[in-house]
């Protein structure tokens, strides 16, 4: 447990409880008691704690080889990249080792490409207010969120913030500098928000009107969560560009950046370049993770869960009209947002006083991101500890009111 004489640098504002182990959809905390898990640290744990195969394939490849450098050939890479493209719309996958550099070699990547095109002038790229895209020096900027931009000197240039879901704003934002569109189908940290599956397809139809590239960040959204393997599957349209990590590591630090080869044309040897990305010990495990998450009947399973678990929390809402106001999302991507006299802290803390643990987010939500392996009776279980979280809590209004 952290103290007053820590090393570790004071940047985060951590709970009180330290978790030394997990299995499946369970953690256990120093403290000795048991949690149920509906954060997955943060959509990470796609697969739950301890997973047989994930152990067996990292502790299998851990007695091999760790790291070589991509000065050499990869054939775990090389594997992993070729189940990625043949089960999406790429042609070609560059591993990271985070969301962040995901997006970082996306960004890069829509600049190389209008610049390979002869508009090395079409660098701009639209974002969306309340996106979050990382915390490099250019992620925040394409987030544009002045809490994390502030007392960072001048922001990154080449971001353009439109309103969420605002397709006239949108049209209207695109200049003979713009070159991309950077967009998550579903915000998380914003709060757990869908963008229509309008919107996307409407951004293809510009994308492809104007000779822009369209940028999806499924960092959060993919690998399963939201019952497809890529969230964008739901509207029907493809990205040209898309940053993917979280999930699909299982809880192994890993990213890819995955483009179709036109997106991907000026990305020549040299030109960019990662010294952990794609290492055995990753790739080892991605692989492990896309055995189970393309198996037949796997992301079915998710849509089903995600069913269950929205269609509880729906009853809940109806039972604590003052302490809850909506539920949001998709699949096992869900959100529920609270009233005003409710913050997100105070209700993760309430979650968590019943032995469950969610995450704070944007717009007065709480994401509830539990593994895709979760069953019904751990649903249920869970929607038991939410409904009692709620209780003490509009107990508190109703006292303080009085």
Known sequence: MASASSAILPTYARADV???????????????????DFGAGIAVNALGHAHPHLVEALTEQAQKIWHTSNLFQMPLGEKLARRLADATFADYVFFT????????????????YQSANGHPE??????????????TLATIAAGGQAKYLEGFGPKVDGFDQIPFGDHEALDRAITPETGAILVEPIQGEGGI?????????????ICDAKGLLLIFDEVQTGVGRTGKFFAHEWAGVTPDIMAVAKGIGGGFPMGACLATAEAAKGMTAGVHGTTFGGNPLAMAVGNAVLDVVLEEGFLEHVAQAGLLLRQRLAEIKDRFPDVVEEIRGEGLMLGIKTRAKVTPAQFVAALRAEKLVAIPAGDNVVRLLPPLIINDDEILE???????????????LKTAGN
Not at 21 to 36: N, P, T
């Open 18 to 36: 330290a978790f030394e182990r997990g299995e499946g959809v369970w953690m256990y905390g120093s403290d000795g008691e048991r949690y149920l």
């Open 97 to 112: 080792n985070s969301g962040a550099e995901a997006l970082e070699c996306a960004i890069k990547m829509a600049r190389k």
């Open 122 to 135: 079409r660098y701009r790229i639209l974002t969306f207010e309340g996106a979050f895209h990382g915390r």
């Open 193 to 205: 928000r869908t963008l229509p599956q309008i919107c996307l397809k409407g951004m293809r139809q």
């Open 382 to 396: 869970g929607v038991r500890r939410i409904e009692a979280a709620c209780a003490a809590l509009s107990h508190t």
